[in-house]
């Protein structure tokens, strides 16, 4: 069921662009080290560039694993399937190359008008292997929409930034997003380098994210998914119900006859 390719057939870039989100694996060489898979799923962050090269733009998040692994020892794979349509599982095997944000290589995969508040960095793939299997036990679902929390809180972060940077100060805002890498993003879990030069750029992080644009709502259901939910269990609580009158009901009223506990008001 399982069919492997030395590149990606034409037939499957077109898919794997329409797909919402994706999961990149990695692992340090280390053998007591932590394997990691990481789901990516912000719009127009993966692209193709041809049948043997893919790459996509690495947001901020609080790990910094892939890019630790990748500097390390190259080893990556990237992981699609069908959520809608036919089955399908793609799998692209490659060596990857990290070029952090404030680069050369970076600003000329992600110039401004293109670059995603939080992103740090651009992960080319040379996929060297890839193969497409079943899927047929990976379940069907409907896209609503992709979130947005990520790039609005990033957004206010990189404002810091953009505002320290104003001032002219020498200083990083510690609510900036340089400060975050910091932070979160100098070293993996098990101790590997991860951004090396992204936290002491010059380059001012710009973006044209539209923070007035619209939110996601999460679905909460409502009294029309409640009564679809519950129909069942109604029909069958009122059918008991009915049955519990028909027979209990009659003999508890002959039993207060019976002892005198009913009043005859007839005249």
């Not at 057939?9 to 999961?23: A, D, N, T, V």
């Not at 340090?28 to 912000?42: A, E, F, I, M, Q």
């Not at 939080?118 to 379940?139: E, K, L, N």
Request: glycine share 8%.
């Amino acid at each position: 069921m399982a069919k492997y390719y030395d590149e990606i057939p034409e037939s499957l870039i077109e898919w794997i662009k329409k797909q919402h989100m994706f999961w990149v694996a990695s692992a340090p060489l280390n053998p007591d080290g932590h394997v990691n898979v990481s789901p990516k799923g912000t719009a127009d962050c993966f692209h193709v560039v041809n049948s043997r090269r893919v790459w996509y733009q690495d947001l901020s998040g609080s790990g910094v694993e892939t890019i630790s692994h990748i500097r390390e020892n190259g080893r990556v794979t990237i992981m699609l399937n069908a959520f809608e349509g036919p089955p399908r599982i793609l799998r692209l095997y490659g060596i990857g190359t990290v070029h952090e944000y404030g680069t050369p290589e970076y600003e000329s995969l992600i110039p401004p008008e293109t670059r995603k508040p939080g992103s740090r960095a651009a992960i080319v793939i040379d996929v060297y292997q890839c193969q497409t299997s079943c899927g047929f036990a990976v379940p069907i679902y409907d896209f609503a929409t992709h979130r947005t929390q990520l790039i609005r809180s990033m957004h206010m972060k990189e404002s810091c930034d953009r505002a320290s940077d104003a001032t002219a100060s020498t200083e990083l805002d510690k609510r900036g997003l340089k400060a975050y890498w910091i932070q979160k993003n100098l070293r993996s879990v098990d101790g590997l380098p991860g951004l090396l030069t992204a936290p002491d750029s010059k380059v001012t992080p710009v973006s044209v994210f539209d923070k007035e644009g619209p939110r996601p709502k999460l679905h909460r259901p409502s009294s029309r998914d409640g009564n679809a939910l519950s129909s069942g269990a109604t029909v069958g609580i009122s059918f008991v119900l009915g049955a519990l009158a028909a027979t209990i009901l009659p003999r508890i009223l002959s039993d207060i006859r019976k002892f005198g506990m009913f009043t005859d008001t007839t005249t």
